[in-house]
């Protein structure tokens, strides 16, 4: 299994980017897929999951009505649409794949079977 992010970048504060995960090796339609984010010195956090068979979607609060997560059936990919950026969005955002619910995947990081190998975000002021 492989998933390759990318899409990362510099962007000014208020500005937006599109992260990309091309899904290879598993059946995209089975898993439920997120993308979480680990700044500096902090923990790795949950940020957006979406569980392909039901289409629900699961956002932390703090990216609520900024980030939106979608898929590509065709490509097997999944992307996180990023707009209205703030300098706290500054990290190394990973993509996953796991076989739980969207909330599932949110709350407990362990559920994440599959993970790329990030792509980073800078946010300036």
């Known amino acids: 299994v492989q998933l390759v992010e990318s899409g990362g970048g510099l962007v000014q504060a208020g500005g937006s980017l599109r992260l990309s995960c091309a899904a290879s090796?598993?059946?995209?339609?089975?898993?439920?897929m997120g993308w979480f984010r680990q700044a500096p010195g902090k923990e790795r956090e949950f940020v957006a999951t979406?569980?392909?068979?039901?289409?629900?979607?699961y956002y932390a609060d703090s990216v609520k009505g900024r980030f939106t997560i979608s898929t590509d059936n065709v490509k097997n990919t999944v992307y996180l649409q990023m707009n209205s950026l703030k300098p706290e969005d500054t990290a190394v955002y990973y993509c996953?794949?796991?076989?739980?619910?969207?909330?599932?995947?949110?709350?407990?990081?362990?559920?994440?079977?599959?993970w790329g190998q990030g792509t980073q975000v800078t946010v300036s002021s």
């Open positions: 090796g598993l059946t995209f339609s089975s898993y439920t």
């Open positions: 996953a794949a796991g076989l739980s619910s969207a909330q599932g995947m949110a709350v407990n990081l362990r559920l994440s079977i599959y």
């Open positions: 979406i569980m392909r068979s039901t289409g629900s979607t």
